[in-house]
């Protein structure tokens, strides 16, 4: 009886010890593929570095276009995806050079992603019209989500904010990453240092993957091109967090997250997330394309974005979301004029 006893406690801790490792590894599948992922209850240390990346917004946990507030474990609902560098004092609100929007429909488990090009011309709220990206600059978080949702009429209920650093970090973590290199090129990092990269199938570890996923200029198809390459490391990075060899890093990743990932998620939020997608996986993703032309204004490069086109994309984005504009959102926009 004693020995059964004994059998069963094993059998238990070790149920616990999985799962608390699953949830870790789903928060950083969510964060950078930025796919979304869970928080829950887990050993210390790693609560404690995750708990440090939850930071509240000033609209509060509603969007403006939402009547009522959604739950990640029976509404659809969307994530503001956002690589920040730069930082330089503390009135400095640094720049977004990776602007991404993952939609989640909890009916079928998809995810579809799509890249917003960080020179795209929008109606900054507040602002005349300029790149996407100067959004971050003059408001940060707050005011990129603002921005995005005027631009894709769709409401944004969760942002993530990702550190560069971080992002290589974890990279490294998980042994690296695999792409497919489209073409050969080589760049260099902010220390001057070389990089070269081959047509095919190559290893990245942090560094490089930073490297590969920022370059643009080296790239016939733009900011295009540089999109589908950190699409590339996104979903790579999502294969590596949920292989099971990962599993034994799983409190190294939790302090590189909580050092370098900051969210509007709660800890409840997140495990509802893992709860609800834990069969989620890489074929269940779409990803989507913007087309436009480029234009140059006093010397300065925008791009444009097809109007027919962005007309599909909000439309697809909103389906996917099951979303109809709110009554009182029309009534303000009426009482307005």
Do not use: C
Not at 103 to 122: A, E, G, H, W, Y
Not at 129 to 145: A, D, P, Q, R, T
């Amino acid at each position: 009886m004693q020995d059964f006893n004994q059998e069963r406690l094993r059998h238990r801790r070790t149920i616990r010890r999985k799962r608390r490792k699953r949830i870790i590894l789903s928060i950083v599948t969510l964060f950078l593929i930025i796919t979304t992922a869970g928080l829950s209850l887990m050993a210390y240390k790693s609560y404690s570095a995750l708990d440090g990346t939850y930071k509240e917004i000033e609209r509060g946990e509603k969007s403006k276009m939402r009547d009522e507030q959604v739950y990640v474990s029976d509404d659809p609902f969307s994530v503001l995806l956002l690589g920040v560098e730069d930082y330089s004092d503390e009135y400095d609100q640094g720049r977004s050079d990776t602007i991404m929007v993952a939609t989640f429909n909890p009916k079928d488990q998809t995810m579809k992603l799509v890249s917003i090009p960080r020179d795209t011309l929008v109606d900054i709220p507040g602002y005349e019209e300029n790149k996407v990206n100067h959004s971050f600059s003059y408001g940060g978080k707050e005011l990129v989500i603002d921005t995005v949702e005027d631009f894709l009429e769709i409401p944004i209920d969760y942002y993530v904010t990702v550190n560069f650093d971080g992002f290589k970090n974890i990279i490294d973590e998980v042994g690296g990453v695999t792409v497919d290199v489209p073409f050969d090129f080589y760049d260099i990092n902010k220390d001057w240092e070389k990089f070269t990269f081959k047509e095919g199938k190559q290893k990245l570890n942090g560094e490089e993957a930073l490297v590969y996923a920022r370059m643009r200029k080296k790239d016939p198809r733009g900011d295009f091109g540089r999109n589908e390459r950190q699409r590339q490391i996104v979903t790579s990075l999502m294969d590596k967090v949920l292989s099971p060899k990962t599993f034994l890093k799983a409190d190294d990743l939790a302090e590189e997250v909580g050092d370098n990932i900051e969210t509007n998620m709660k800890i409840k939020e997140g495990l509802a997330f893992v709860q609800k997608y834990n069969d989620f996986s890489k074929s269940s993703l779409e990803q989507i394309e913007f087309s436009g032309t480029d234009q140059y204004y006093s010397g300065v490069y925008y791009f444009i974005p097809d109007e027919e086109r962005t007309e599909e994309i909000k439309e697809e984005l909103q389906n996917h979301l099951d979303y109809t504009e709110p009554e009182n959102t029309a009534e303000n926009e009426e009482t307005s004029y």
